[in-house]
């Protein structure tokens, strides 16, 4: 393959540059003949939104023949030969099957969008300095408000699920690959297109509905809010398709003697969020494609005279399930990382998957929660009530296993060990202020308000985003071979800690202190505050540009890893780093527990057949 | 492994306690200026309390396992313990926890905040618009005001509607907030408790509070809370 890998920069993006000419052609196509049934139908060619809506679908489509599904797919409908993955640095940039490659893609993507909407929110921050807003006139805010907010809706969704997802569950459970290789592919290679979509809608004025596209303001606002629906429906089908990959992978593909009672915690956390992501993502597109539909072909399903809160009801039938899908890997992550570096075995691992599985069951019986003040009638406040402050008690569970592994553990107290102790802490804050949300007497002040914001933040960032870093750094040496540095790891988690600690802490006594959230302006009362907010915003901010220059800096000149820096017990460190394209020689057996760190006579978790093993014995 | 255990619940219970002094001795929230509203403000004192005891738990495992259970690298190794019935105290207290807050302050106070009004109610319509609000008061005949006057002591009904999109009802100090949606109407019913205005106090506002486009922070109209004598000259200052 060495001549491959010295591929030039132009040659080697052919995939994706002809993946955007194909998808202009698409899009060309598609514009023409909604301008031609217009034509044909007596009407004016440009009617804008529906001549984009259609082109966009077609556009789609040319998008995802042309960056591969062409050759390692579609021509095997048609009965010609396909062609096999692209190799070298190449294949980052083609549609292609192999699930690591893909979990490098949605790594790297989403954490780039990360990035730049955690840049979109230092620039509002820096706004805040001031109760007038010292940058944005109010349109503005909305605009980069409402992007910041589904910019990084899409990473909590889509950043662990489908990065550390796709790298590691085929890995830990001993499969060659995902069930469905190239549905695999599929659903990587319909998000540009939704990023593309959320960007240029900014050229037209954005959209001003947050990131919840409340109709009758999504039916009747500029032209943005049209590609933010477009771009939401096309990120649900990647949702959906990922989840059900998932749920087959798990059940089908493990390894001889990897009993469900055997499997890594995060592979189950991510087996409870893939449920949830095939079952109610379809609620979200739905409601997407309803308001799409009363703003294109004056249906009027939310619009007057239909009902404007019957959107909120499904969006939220999604929506809060969806936290959910953000968190429970985030805790998989956690419980994964705490107990490898307690070097002690999970405690109540049973109970927790117990928990993670109550919580799917409840989450989608809580939505409501959304809309307490939507309505006076108690029946719908008091049985949302009900249900939202019982999923407290299966997340409990959660909280247990962490403090009963690290109880009498050694804690080895590297950066992801920090990362996810800190989860823990954020996340305990997030729970706890979740519970005057789930209250319908408090929510009815603290709605709408930076209490929100602060407790949103708190499970977002302070438990998911915590989780993600502890498993950027966890598993580094595993996807590049190479360690990071630890100094600036560490380094990066006391910023990124007390920064965001004292950025959001203060966020709940302005929302009980009367700031509405999604405001441009605010009370000069609440200056002095706000500008501590942000000067502890930009501390946080600052805590990633070490973490960047310590990832880019480790992944070229990083000292060389080794298969197993952690000595850790699960299959994923059995296998050199990076694993190699087939990840095992032959099919792993899986004799023991994953983490049966410190027990006395306890063999190990898995025995790798040398290459041609099995077939000779 | 017994001393440990001591010594965490020691740390456990001097946090809580801390913790519960602190919020006994500092009122973190502003004054409530409705009836209702000051069974919220409660509410939100209750939560607290009860919130305190497990933050503390979590945060003395933390922080005595950090303290006491260090390791250099990974062969020094834990000592495993059997979950045993531990797993089922734990979802017990935290089920029981659950459970009681779900009574009180939950589902008690929502009965209470969600109480209808009396015949003794004065009902004021407000009506959001892109990007105002319009306050009239059919009993006394007044329309379209840009301020909303209430007496202090009297039951008051809003009514709550919209003109174009979703908007919200909210008076901060009132701790009093509904939906505005167009085709429906929101009622709330509450007691002001005493006379003050915005002028004086910035929390006296009517803030629109659900995202409207594009000046939903300008959304806002001055509140004043008036004795019942104050409120029927305006009235009829109003009129005339
Ligand atoms: C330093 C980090 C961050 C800061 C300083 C920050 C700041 C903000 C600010 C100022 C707002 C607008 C609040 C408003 O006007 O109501 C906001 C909204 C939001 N943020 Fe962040 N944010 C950060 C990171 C994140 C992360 C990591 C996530 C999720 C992964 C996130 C998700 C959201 C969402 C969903 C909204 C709501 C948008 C809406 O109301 O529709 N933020 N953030
Ligand atoms: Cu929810
Ligand atoms: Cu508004």
Known sequence: MAASEQVGLWQGLYYVRRGLLWGLVGFALGTGIAALFRVATGGNPWWLEHNFTVGYVFGLIGWLLGVGMWERWVKEWLGLPTQPNPHGWMRYFAFTTDHKVIGVQYLVTFLAVFLIAGLLAMLMRYHFLDSGGLLFDDGVYNQVMSLHGILMIAVAVAVIIGGFGNFLVPLMIGARDMAFPRLNALTYWLIPPVAILLFAAQAVGGWDTGWTAYPPLAVRNAAGQLFFNLAIITFGLSSILGGLNFMVTISFLRAPGMTWWRLPIFAWSILAASILALIFTQAFAASMLMEAVDRLAGTSFFAPPGKPILYQHIFWFYSHPAVYIFIIPGFGILLEVITHFSRKPLFAYRWAVAGFLAIVALSGLVWAHHMFVTTTEVALLGSFLVTTEAISIPTGLVFLSALGTIWMGRLWLTTPMLFALGGVFNFLIGGITGIYLADVPTDIQLSDTYFVTAHFHYTIIGGEIFALMAAIYYWFPKLTGRMYDERLGKLHFWLMFLGFNLAFLPMFWLGLHGMNRRVAIYEPGLEGVNMFVSAAAFLMGSGFLVFLGNMLRSWVRGKVAGANPWQARTLEWQVPSPPPEENFPAPPVVVGDPYDYGVAGAGPHVVLAPAGGREEG | ?240
Request: with cysteine.
């Open chain 2, 1 to 240: 492994m017994r001393r440990d255990l001591a010594l965490a619940a020691l740390l456990w219970a001097v946090l809580t306690g801390v913790g519960e002094a602190l919020l006994v001795a500092f009122d973190f929230q502003p004054s409530a200026l409705s009836d209702k509203g000051e069974r919220i403000k409660d509410a939100v004192s209750i939560l607290a309390y009860f919130a305190m005891p497990v933050l503390a738990l979590v945060l003395a495992g933390l922080v005595y396992s950090v303290v006491r259970f260090r390791g250099r690298g990974p062969e020094e190794e834990g000592t495993p313990i059997r979950a045993g019935i531990v797993p089922w105290i734990w979802l017990g207290a935290t089920s029981a926890l659950a459970f009681t807050i779900m009574l009180y302050p939950g589902l008690w106070g929502t009965v209470e905040v969600a109480k209808g009004s009396s015949s003794q109610s004065l009902t004021v319509q407000v009506e959001g618009l892109q990007w105002t609000w319009l306050v009239h008061y059919p009993g006394q005949g007044l329309k379209n005001q840009r301020e909303l006057v209430l007496p202090v002591g009297q039951e008051v009904t809003i009514e709550v509607t919209s003109r174009d999109v979703l908007h919200s009802f909210w008076v901060p100090a009132l701790m009093m907030k509904i939906d505005a949606i167009p085709g429906t109407v929101n009622r709330i019913t509450f007691t002001p408790q005493e006379a003050d205005s915005y002028a004086n106090n910035p929390l006296l506002r009517l803030q629109c509070a659900e995202l409207c486009g594009l000046s939903h922070a300008r959304m806002v109209i001055p509140v004043r809370l008036v004795e019942k004598q104050e409120f029927l000259n305006w009235v009829e200052q109003q009129k005339r």
